[in-house]
C-alpha cells in the first residue's frame, strides 16, 4: 500500500507540475527537478507493473506502432470559419451581427489568436480522456487519441470535479517556433526531409503510425471552444467556458480578451499585430466570437460557418522571384489552368515554387512571362498568386504565352467559348487528366461514397489500364484487384463490398457524382426534388431546367451539353445498368413538407442532425439553425439547448424524435 501510495503521490505531483507550466505559465520547479520526479515514477512502474495505469503521465511516451488510423464522426460538425482581411471586412461582419440581432448596442466579442495549426477535438468522459480526433471534412476525422495522449500540454484526467459527464473540447495542436527550428536542424543532421513551417511538423507528428515518435515532437495545445456535452453544464459565454476549461487543468490562449464593438477587435488586432513575433508559436491572424451563447444560436449557421465569429487574417505576406516555365494543367471538368513555376521562395510560411496564375484571361491581363521577377504574394492559407511582373527586370526578347491549341495531355482540341475566361479540353472523359479527377470526384465521399478508393488507387487503377471511366469501378474483379501493390485479399473484399453498397445511393448524390459542371450538391438536390427521376432530368429542355429554383442560363446549358453527347448517356445507362439505384422521391411540388421550416435541438438516438437534415429536405423542409416565429417544428433530441427555452416561448410545436420519425 506504501508504494501504491507513493505512484497515486508522483503522478499527482507531475500532473500539478504540467497544469503550473502548460496552463499557468508559471512552472515552480526547474526541468531537472521535474525529469527526477518522472524517472522516479517510471522506476516505480517498472518494479510493479500491477499498479500501471493508462493515465499514468507516463503513457504518453508512446505505444506500439498502429497499423492506420479509423474514422470518427463527429457528434456536432467541426466547422470552419469565414475570413476578414481588412477593417472594411470586419466592420461588415458587425454590422451583419446586429442586422440579424435587430440591436444597436456595441456586442460584446471574445477576441484570441488564430493558431497556426492542426484542429482537434478531445472527448473527456467522467473527466477522463477517452479519444482524440482531427476535423477531417468537418463531419468524419480521423481517431489520434494515442498520439495525443502524448501531449503534456493535454490532460489525461481533468481537474477537480465541476465538469459534464461528457465534454467535448475543440482546440488546436501546434508546434512551438523553438520545437520547429529543432525538429528541422535534426532532420538536416539525419539527411531527412526538412517541414517547411510549424503546421506542417504539427500535423505531420500527430500523423505519425508510432506514437513513440509523436512523444519526441515538441507538440502543445490550446483549446477554443467546446463542442458536445452531456450531464452537465458550462457557463453563458465563450469567455468564461475559456477561463472554466483553465481551472480544468486545460490550457486556453494567454493573450485573449473580451472587447467592445468592431473597434475592440481592430484594437486587439493592430495590439496582437506588434506581440506576433515575439509569441512563442506562429498565428496568421485573430478569432473574434461573439461572447454570448444565446446570441449565437440566434445567430445560427450559415453553410458550415457560424455567423457569430470570424477570422481576421494578417496583411499579405509578398516576396520577389523568378518564373522559370508556364504550364497548363488539366483539371476534373476540363479547364485548362496556367501555372507558374517559381524558383522557390519562402513567403508566409511556406516555401513556393508553384503559382496559379487562375485563366488567359487573367494570365494576359497580368502580362507574365517566363524569364520574369515577379511579386508573389500568401496570405494565410490562401493558395500562393503571382500579383505581378517587375517591368524594369524583364529580360529581352520574352515572349507573350498564348493558350495551346491543343490539349497538353491528351491532344484533343482546346476551346475556350467567346466572353468566357475558361478554356476547355474537349476530350471530357477519355482525356486522361479528366478520368482521373472524374472518378475522384465520383467516389468521393458526397457521391457515391466509395470507402477504399482514394486517390493513390485510382490512378493505379487508370494507370494498370483496369478503369477506363466511372462505370468501370463496378466491373472490377477481385482477381485483378489484388496484382495491385499494397493490395491484399482482405484490402480487395472490403474495397468489392464498398463498390457494392456504394449501389444504394440517392438521386442528388447520384446527379453530384456525374460531376456536370456547376452542378453542385444544393444543386443536385434541387434538380432532383424538382424532376423526381432521372429521366425526366436528363431529357428536360432548356425552359424545363429553367424554372427550376436556381438554375439559370449557364447552368442550364451544361445540363444540356452533358446529355448531349453520346458517350455521356452511354456511360449513364452503363451505371444503371450495373446495379445503382435509389429510392423514389417525390417530385417538388408534391413533397408532404413543402413550406415548413424545422430546427433540431440536442442529439438524436438513431441518426445524426446531418442525416435528419437530409430526410426532411428530401420531404421539402427547411431545415434553420434558430428559433423564430415562423419556424413550424422543433425537433427535441437529448440534451438540448437554448433552442427548446425559445420554442416554447414563442409557441412553436414541439416534436420528440419517435413523432418526428412517424411524420417522416
Known amino acids: ?331 476534373r471538368t476540363g479547364a485548362l489552368t496556367p501555372v507558374a513555376r517559381l524558383t522557390p521562395v519562402f513567403v508566409g510560411g511556406v516555401t513556393v515554387s508553384n503559382a496559379t496564375l487562375h485563366n488567359m484571361d487573367e494570365l494576359q491581363r497580368k502580362d507574365i512571362r517566363v524569364g520574369d521577377t515577379v511579386i508573389v504574394r500568401r496570405a494565410g492559407d490562401v493558395i500562393p498568386e503571382v500579383v505581378k511582373p517587375i517591368l524594369e527586370k524583364r529580360p529581352n526578347q520574352t515572349k507573350i504565352i498564348s493558350l495551346p491549341k491543343k490539349c497538353p495531355v491528351c491532344g484533343a482540341d482546346v476551346l475556350k467559348p467567346e466572353g468566357e475566361a475558361i478554356a476547355r479540353c474537349m476530350g471530357e472523359l477519355y482525356c486522361p487528366a479528366q478520368l482521373r479527377e472524374t472518378i475522384k470526384h465520383f467516389v468521393s465521399r458526397r457521391a457515391m461514397d466509395i470507402d477504399g478508393l482514394g486517390d493513390k488507387l485510382v490512378d493505379q487503377l487508370v494507370s494498370e489500364n483496369l478503369i477506363q471511366d466511372i462505370a468501370d469501378i463496378y466491373s472490377l474483379k477481385k482477381e485483378k484487384l489484388i496484382t495491385l501493390e499494397r493490395m491484399g485479399e482482405k484490402s480487395a473484399d472490403n474495397l468489392l463490398e464498398a463498390i457494392e453498397k456504394s449501389k444504394d445511393t440517392t438521386l442528388p448524390r447520384f446527379l453530384y457524382a456525374l460531376g456536370i459542371r456547376e452542378v453542385g450538391e444544393a444543386t443536385a438536390k434541387t434538380l432532383a426534388s424538382y424532376f423526381g427521376t432521372l429521366e425526366k432530368f436528363s431529357h428536360a429542355d432548356e425552359e424545363e431546367l429553367q424554372q427550376v429554383p436556381d438554375v439559370g442560363p449557364a447552368v442550364s446549358q451544361n445540363i444540356i451539353g452533358f446529355f448531349k453527347q453520346k458517350h455521356h448517356r452511354e456511360l449513364v445507362e452503363r451505371l444503371i445498368h450495373s446495379g445503382i439505384h435509389w429510392r423514389k422521391i417525390e417530385t417538388q411540388n408534391n413533397l408532404p413538407l413543402q413550406g415548413l421550416t424545422f430546427v433540431i435541438t440536442g442529439t438524436l438516438a438513431g441518426m445524426s442532425r446531418e442525416e435528419a437534415k437530409e430526410k426532411l429536405e428530401e420531404k421539402g423542409a427547411k431545415v434553420a439553425g434558430s428559433v423564430s416565429a415562423k419556424t413550424s417544428y422543433v425537433i427535441l433530441g437529448e440534451n438540448p439547448g437554448s433552442k427548446l427555452t425559445q420554442a416554447r416561448e414563442l409557441g412553436v410545436k414541439i416534436l420528440n424524435e419517435k413523432e418526428f420519425l412517424k411524420m417522416i
Request: with cysteine; glycine share 6%.
Open 1 to 331: 500500500m506504501h508504494i501504491k501510495n507513493e505512484i497515486e503521490k508522483l503522478r499527482r505531483e507531475i500532473d500539478e507540475h504540467n497544469y503550473r507550466y502548460y496552463v499557468l505559465a508559471d512552472p515552480s520547479v526547474p526541468d531537472s527537478e521535474y525529469d527526477t520526479l518522472f524517472r522516479k515514477l517510471q522506476t516505480l512502474e517498472k518494479q510493479h507493473p500491477e499498479l500501471m495505469t493508462a493515465d499514468s503521465p507516463t503513457q504518453r511516451v508512446g505505444a506500439e506502432p498502429a497499423q492506420g488510423f479509423k474514422t470518427v464522426k463527429h457528434a456536432i460538425p467541426m466547422l470552419s470559419l469565414d475570413n476578414a482581411f481588412d477593417a472594411e471586412e470586419v466592420k461588415a461582419f458587425d454590422e451583419r451581427i446586429h442586422q440579424r440581432l435587430k440591436n444597436n448596442l456595441p456586442i460584446d466579442y471574445a477576441c484570441e489568436p488564430k493558431l497556426d495549426g492542426v484542429a482537434i477535438s478531445l472527448l473527456y468522459e467522467k473527466g477522463h480522456l477517452v479519444q482524440a480526433a482531427t476535423r477531417g471534412d468537418g463531419v468524419t476525422g480521423e481517431d489520434v487519441t494515442q498520439n495525443v495522449r502524448t501531449i503534456r500540454a493535454i490532460p489525461l484526467i481533468l481537474r477537480g470535479k465541476n465538469y459534464p459527464q461528457i465534454l467535448e473540447v475543440r482546440g488546436e495542436i501546434y508546434m512551438t517556433k523553438k520545437g520547429f527550428e529543432k525538429l528541422n536542424q535534426e532532420a538536416e543532421k539525419n539527411n531527412q526531409k526538412v517541414f517547411a513551417n510549424p503546421r506542417n511538423a504539427a500535423s505531420g507528428s500527430l500523423r505519425q503510425l508510432d506514437s513513440k515518435i509523436t512523444a519526441k515532437r515538441s507538440l502543445s495545445f490550446y483549446a477554443y471552444s467546446v463542442g458536445e456535452i452531456k450531464n452537465g453544464e458550462l457557463p453563458s459565454t465563450h469567455a468564461d467556458i475559456l477561463d472554466q476549461l483553465e481551472t480544468l487543468g486545460i490550457p486556453a490562449p494567454e493573450c485573449r480578451k473580451v472587447v467592445k464593438g468592431k473597434s475592440g477587435c481592430l484594437k486587439f488586432f493592430e495590439t496582437l499585430s506588434k506581440k506576433r513575433e515575439s509569441l512563442p508559436f506562429e498565428i496568421d491572424g485573430v478569432v473574434y466570437k461573439v461572447n454570448d451563447l444565446s446570441l449565437q444560436e440566434k445567430l445560427g449557421f450559415v453553410s458550415r460557418a457560424p455567423r457569430w465569429a470570424i477570422a481576421h487574417k494578417f496583411p499579405a505576406q509578398e516576396k520577389l522571384t523568378k518564373v522559370e516555365a508556364i504550364e497548363f494543367q488539366v483539371g
